[in-house]
């Protein structure tokens, strides 16, 4: 299955002046749950609007992971290890979705998933999107609720099951017209089982310039890469 | 989660702060399953498909025999 990512973003990330990026900088604390075993991370992100991420974890192991909207790269400094998936970046998806204003909206399409309805529950707006080659195969759905033009959940359901629920708070503005969620909250559920995940951002701050590791990573010349396409 | 509908490769989220052991374990193990279930629909696909044929040739044959 070929993965539905388009290069346009990618290209444009290249075109466009570093200045004209947004770009958060956080910690970065990662606990899942599952099966009743919690598990966590830290370290630091960075992340380059649309489409790049880039995160340094320090605990429990230093390991570096880079994501864009058409490859994920894992590295392990010490090890001298890395990883290049050629074949897409799940994670950059359900967070780059919460990104605030007028956003959301442009991240599904560039994923080929189409709005098919949208309405008003008092003050949120809830909208409901499915990929646009999944349409007869299945029903795969996504509806989302927006809030003071914030994205504040995500559910993903595959007929009337839901597959997962994200959740977006506790929003700060870093910069002008700019909000971050400082926490993410997804509950997954797949063959009868939960895995759970909280992600929390510390101080995050915006950056004009975000730093050259991230927009331009490359594996060292010395490093044992495999690769996956 | 967009990957349950869109990608092949293991979900980022669960190879984080993971070994680079454990990170090539997981990733052979993702994408054989993948690959399974993807055998699986081909193989599904392919018997509905012969099986609608062979509905619809029986019954071609039938009426012009009949006629």
């Known amino acids: 299955m070929n993965p539905i990512l388009i290069n346009i973003i990618f290209s444009l990330i290249a075109l466009m002046p570093a200045s004209d990026m947004r770009a958060v900088h956080a910690g970065f604390f990662h606990k899942t749950m599952e099966n009743g075993t919690a598990d966590?991370?830290?370290?630091?992100?960075?992340?380059?609007?649309?489409?790049?991420?880039?995160?340094?974890?320090s605990d429990p192991i230093e390991q570096i992971m880079?994501?864009?909207?058409?490859?994920?790269?894992?590295?392990?400094?010490?090890?001298?290890?890395?990883?290049?998936?050629?074949?897409?970046?799940?994670?950059?998806?359900?967070?780059?979705?919460?990104?605030?204003k007028g956003t959301i909206g442009d991240i599904l399409k560039d994923y080929e998933i189409e709005r098919i309805s949208s309405s008003n529950r008092g003050d949120t707006s809830i909208s409901v999107w499915q990929p646009k080659e999944n349409k007869k195969k299945r029903k795969l759905q996504i509806r989302v609720f927006e809030y003071d033009n914030l994205l504040r959940k995500l559910v993903f359901t595959n007929d009337n099951d839901t597959l997962a629920t994200n959740y977006y708070d506790d929003y700060v503005e870093i910069a002008e017209d700019f909000y971050f969620p400082t926490k993410i909250e997804s509950i997954n559920n797949s063959n009868g089982e939960q895995y759970r995940e909280t992600i929390r951002f510390d101080n995050p701050e915006a950056l004009v310039r975000p730093p050259a590791k991230i927009i331009d990573f490359h594996f060292p010349p010395d490093a044992k890469v495999k690769t996956y396409e | 989660m967009l990957h349950i509908i869109l990608e092949p490769s293991p979900p980022a989220t669960r190879l984080l702060g993971k070994s680079d052991e454990y990170v090539a374990v997981y990733t052979d193990c993702y994408r054989e399953e993948g690959k399974k279930i993807q055998t699986k629909n081909a193989l599904t696909g392919c018997l509905v498909g012969m099986a609608v044929e062979l509905?619809?040739?029986?019954?071609?044959?039938?009426?012009?025999?009949e006629d």
Do not use: C
Request: glycine content about 6%; charged content about 15%.
């Open chain 1, 66 to 100: 880079v994501l864009t909207s058409d490859r994920m790269m894992i590295y392990y400094p010490k090890s001298k290890k890395g990883f290049d998936y050629l074949d897409g970046s799940p994670l950059s998806t359900s967070w780059l979705m919460a990104l605030g």
């Open chain 1, 40 to 57: 966590s991370v830290s370290g630091e992100i960075y992340i380059a609007f649309p489409s790049r991420t880039y995160i340094h974890i």
């Open chain 2, 55 to 65: 509905v619809f040739y029986t019954l071609y044959f039938l009426i012009l025999f």
